[in-house]
């Protein structure tokens, strides 16, 4: 292990309670912060603000919501913590983090490919983490290093990439995801259409429309100009397959499907 511990976690919810439960698990003393004191329970002491948090720890996350990550940023970089030696954050997108953070040696950006789709400490895991690619984004090799043995720490595979390429793919990969199970459950919800019609295939497709709103949209208001990007062409590709249906040909519906059954293949094979 690289990183200096005590292990500071802002945040305490899904993935800063797993972070929590990994830590100590590894013999790593954990210094939590939440306004939920059950939540903080999950560290094994708690520091009563941001300020004490970081002078009372050497690695510091910061498991925040984006807009309080940005605010965390702006607080602690204009003030001096001798002993905090690592500052990272959790959040998935990177480019208002990065840019927030640029001037500060201290900080890495980071993001975890791992989550639910119910937040809280309640749903906090040990092994949420385990065998998931966690990207970080490199600024140099010190400060690499020991974000690497953070990530390893936590069970997972450090993936360097940029920002800018990070929120791009993060956009079709997580955030346009999010946006089709929410329009879809949103249509059945007002369709009258009764559950019990519903099998497996629904319910796996439905599954991230149970992540509440609070949870989403200091994401989406982040992310806008990427996820609007794979949204439109999203539903260009729908609108091109809803015509060819209407038609009654359908070659590229079939080649659609061919492409998605490849693309279904990789990813269920690279996500085992």
Known sequence: MSFGVPLGIAGVGLIGGSIALRAKRRGIAVVGLDRDPVAAALADSAAPSLEELASRCRTLVLALPIDETLQAIEALRARTFPQLELVLDVASVKVPVMQRASAWAL??????????ERGGAAHAREDLFS?????????DAARDAAV??????????PFAIDAEQH??????????????STALGSMLEESGVRAELGGP??????????SP?????????ANAPAIGEAAR???GRLAALTEELAAGELPCTASSFESANRAYEKFAR???
Request: net charge positive.
């Open 107 to 116: 900080f890495a950006g980071t993001h975890p490919i791992a989550g639910a």
């Open 131 to 139: 065998g998931r690619v966690w990207t970080y984004v490199p600024r």
């Open 148 to 157: 690497c043995a953070f990530i390893e720490t936590m069970g997972s595979r």
């Open 167 to 180: 929120d791009r793919a993060l956009a079709l990969t997580s955030h346009l995801p999010q946006l089709i």
């Open 201 to 210: 295939g629904l319910a796996s497709t439905l599954r991230l429309a149970g």
């Open 213 to 221: 709103w609070g949870l989403w949209e200091t994401i989406l208001r």
């Open 233 to 235: 062409e999203f539903a």
């Open 270 to 272: 690279e996500t085992q």
